[in-house]
């Protein structure tokens, strides 16, 4: 029997409303889910720890949508124009969304009341759709007809989201242009609901055109967005902002400084390099490793996408492959076609000897049956968990299989200064590994007093070095002095990382958050 209804219909829904309706659902629930992992991306790149922002945008958000469904009771007439109104109420604060963060970011304090406020509001609204719009189909349909028909095109609409939003949405329209996009689909649903049900509704021409007004709003939002992208970003640098890509993987930035001219790579906001002092950096990562006496034909470079672990390595004469592993072939293309990149470089990514893999370190360790003389990790820090696995006891035991005899195996480690537990927990895990290990830090202004380590597996590895090729910072001396640790950053004993306790990625959040 259907349910009674204070509903003001002249009349039962048609067939075309009925449809019209049905797709509403559809679509709405693609926005819905949208909604909340732009809000998820924009946290987890201006704030890091992706875990735990899609974690609260997620429990906040269906919190909200919760309340959003219990307030719909007290919707009793009109249920179309509450509908309507909820449509167009979304697509102004969702639609806009991704902006209002990247505006706010530089009042830091603000943000996240700002970001809490954009999920409740968001997700009280929409959990008002689904009750609304299910009392209405009621009308024509018996309620266990319309709650069926409701949740299955719910559950549908938020896979077509979910799904949608990494594959299409991210990847070719980028954070601000998705979410006006999605904006205008939310707007695009009201002002169909208009239109259909215009003889249900008290005044739908003021409602079409208000609807008509916000959608053109969103459409020049939508066509200057590569404009209003530079100046939300160019807020968060200090350097003007000459490039940016949103990679499938990662938000890639290159800026100059309109002083210096110095350019400085960002991925999802960490600095990768800074021309000024990268070299510091990278010829204390290469050439403790490079200058140890053997066979170096073949060498394994786990990230490094920009080219200057490349660069060291190539000083070497006898080295004849470079095997470099970078998920992201949009970071590994721009180091290699960019001119000021290039020059930084020393086109070492054109050179001949240099295959480049575009693969998860991981899974290129895991498949490949080739042996390596010199295996060097320049990966980013722990600051996620698909990271922190590069960086597991179980990596390590993979990558000592693929060790030739008497390889060796470098990799940087964060800082012992800013991250201490995470510099140490680093050398234990290559310790449970089987590996022995050399520590040392040196001084990189950009990042302040880095770590790294050295590690030999079923052997100690050496503790004094002879570098034979040409430096600009790294001397025999300093590279032995740097294997000497002050009271305040010395060895600590702590966890070991594993991909099944990623201990590591707790430890670099608590550092984070000093």
Same mark, same amino acid.
Request: hydrophobic fraction near 45%.
């Given at each position: 029997?259907?349910?009674?209804?204070?509903?003001?219909?002249?009349?039962?829904?048609?067939?075309?409303?009925?449809?019209?309706?049905?797709?509403?659902?559809?679509?709405?629930?693609?926005?819905?889910?949208?909604?909340?992992?732009?809000?998820?991306?924009?946290?987890?790149?201006?704030?890091?720890?992706?875990?735990?922002?899609?974690?609260?945008?997620? @429990?906040?958000?269906?919190?909200?949508?919760?309340?959003?469904?219990?307030?719909?009771?007290?919707?009793?007439?009109?249920?179309?124009?509450?509908?309507?109104?909820?449509?167009?109420?979304?697509?102004?604060?969702?639609?806009?969304?991704?902006?209002?963060?990247?505006?706010?970011?530089?009042?830091?304090? *603000?943000?996240?009341?700002?970001?809490?406020?954009?999920?409740?509001?968001?997700?009280?609204?929409?959990?008002?759709?689904?009750?609304?719009?299910?009392?209405?189909?009621?009308?024509?349909?018996?309620?266990?007809?319309?709650?069926?028909?409701?949740?299955?095109?719910?559950?549908?609409?938020?896979?077509?989201?979910?799904?949608?939003?990494?594959?299409?949405?991210?990847?070719?329209?980028?954070?601000?242009?998705?979410?006006?996009?999605?904006?205008?689909?939310?707007?695009?649903?009201?002002?169909?609901?208009?239109?259909?049900?215009?003889?249900?509704?008290?005044?739908?021409?003021?409602?079409?055109?208000?609807?008509?007004?916000?959608?053109?709003?969103?459409?020049?939002?939508?066509?200057?967005?590569?404009?209003?992208?530079?100046?939300?970003?160019?807020?968060?640098?200090?350097?003007?902002?000459?490039?940016?890509?949103?990679?499938?993987?990662?938000?890639?930035?290159?800026?100059?400084?309109?002083?210096? @001219?110095?350019?400085?790579?960002?991925?999802?906001?960490?600095?990768?390099?800074?021309?000024?002092?990268?070299?510091?950096?990278?010829?204390?990562?290469?050439?403790?490793?490079?200058?140890?006496?053997?066979?170096?034909?073949?060498?394994?470079?786990?990230?490094?996408?920009?080219?200057?672990?490349?660069?060291?390595?190539?000083?070497?004469?006898?080295?004849?492959?470079?095997?470099?592993?970078?998920?992201?072939?949009?970071?590994?293309?721009?180091?290699?076609?960019?001119?000021?990149?290039?020059?930084?470089? @020393?086109?070492?990514?054109?050179?001949?000897?240099?295959?480049?893999?575009?693969?998860?370190?991981?899974?290129?360790?895991?498949?490949?049956?080739?042996?390596?003389?010199?295996?060097?990790?320049?990966?980013?820090?722990?600051?996620?968990?698909?990271?922190?696995?590069?960086?597991?006891?179980? *990596?390590?035991?993979?990558?000592?299989?693929?060790?030739?005899?008497?390889?060796?195996?470098?990799?940087?480690?964060?800082?012992? *200064?800013?991250?201490?537990?995470?510099?140490?927990?680093?050398?234990?895990?290559?310790?449970?590994?089987?590996?022995?290990?050399?520590?040392?830090?040196?001084?990189?202004?950009?990042?302040?007093?880095?770590?790294?380590?050295?590690?030999?597996? @079923?052997?100690?590895?050496?503790?004094?070095?002879?570098?034979?090729?040409?430096?600009?910072?790294?001397?025999?001396?300093?590279?032995?002095?740097?294997?000497?640790?002050?009271?305040?950053?010395?060895?600590?004993?702590?966890?070991?990382?594993?991909?099944?306790?990623?201990?590591?990625?707790?430890?670099?959040?608590?550092?984070?958050?000093?």
């Amino acid at each position: 029997m259907a349910e009674t209804h204070s509903e003001p219909l002249d009349q039962d829904l048609s067939a075309p409303q009925l449809v019209i309706l049905l797709l509403s659902i559809l679509l709405v629930a693609l926005c819905g889910i949208a909604y909340e992992l732009i809000i998820g991306t924009v946290s987890s790149y201006l704030l890091g720890n992706s875990v735990y922002q899609f974690s609260i945008t997620i @429990g906040l958000f269906m919190f909200a949508m919760g309340v959003g469904a219990y307030v719909s009771k007290l919707f009793i007439k009109g249920l179309l124009a509450a509908f309507v109104g909820i449509e167009i109420a979304i697509s102004l604060v969702g639609g806009v969304c991704s902006l209002v963060l990247f505006l706010v970011f530089p009042y830091y304090y *603000f943000y996240k009341p700002v970001m809490y406020t954009l999920i409740i509001v968001i997700g009280a609204l929409v959990g008002l759709e689904i009750p609304i719009l299910t009392r209405i189909i009621s009308r024509t349909q018996s309620l266990r007809l319309s709650i069926a028909h409701v949740l299955s095109l719910d559950y549908l609409g938020a896979l077509i989201g979910s799904v949608a939003f990494p594959l299409l949405f991210l990847p070719h329209l980028g954070l601000f242009r998705s979410s006006f996009v999605i904006g205008l689909i939310n707007i695009f649903v009201a002002f169909v609901n208009v239109y259909a049900f215009r003889n249900n509704l008290k005044r739908p021409l003021l409602v079409g055109l208000l609807s008509a007004a916000i959608a053109a709003g969103l459409v020049g939002f939508t066509v200057a967005a590569s404009y209003i992208t530079g100046y939300a970003e160019s807020r968060l640098f200090v350097d003007d902002v000459v490039y940016r890509h949103h990679s499938p993987y990662q938000r890639i930035i290159l800026t100059q400084s309109s002083r210096t @001219g110095e350019l400085r790579l960002y991925l999802d906001g960490h600095l990768q390099f800074g021309e000024k002092d990268e070299y510091r950096y990278h010829e204390a990562l290469v050439h403790p490793v490079m200058s140890v006496p053997g066979p170096r034909e073949r060498v394994l470079i786990l990230g490094g996408g920009d080219g200057m672990v490349a660069r060291e390595v190539l000083k070497y004469g006898n080295v004849q492959q470079i095997d470099l592993v970078d998920l992201d072939a949009a970071v590994t293309d721009l180091c290699s076609t960019f001119p000021a990149i290039r020059r930084i470089n @020393g086109d070492s990514l054109r050179d001949p000897r240099v295959i480049i893999h575009n693969l998860d370190a991981f899974v290129f360790v895991r498949e490949t049956r080739d042996k390596f003389h010199r295996v060097i990790i320049d990966l980013p820090d722990p600051h996620n968990e698909s990271l922190s696995k590069l960086y597991a006891v179980e *990596f390590y035991r993979i990558l000592a299989r693929r060790l030739a005899e008497g390889g060796l195996v470098v990799t940087q480690s964060s800082s012992p *200064f800013f991250a201490r537990e995470v510099y140490w927990c680093i050398t234990r895990t290559l310790e449970a590994a089987g590996f022995s290990t050399y520590s040392y830090h040196v001084a990189v202004p950009a990042f302040g007093v880095w770590g790294f380590n050295l590690a030999a597996f @079923g052997k100690p590895p050496p503790r004094s070095f002879t570098i034979s090729v040409p430096t600009r910072y790294l001397t025999d001396e300093a590279i032995s002095a740097a294997g000497v640790f002050g009271r305040d950053i010395c060895r600590l004993d702590g966890p070991i990382n594993s991909v099944f306790e990623p201990k590591l990625y707790q430890l670099y959040l608590k550092a984070v958050e000093r």
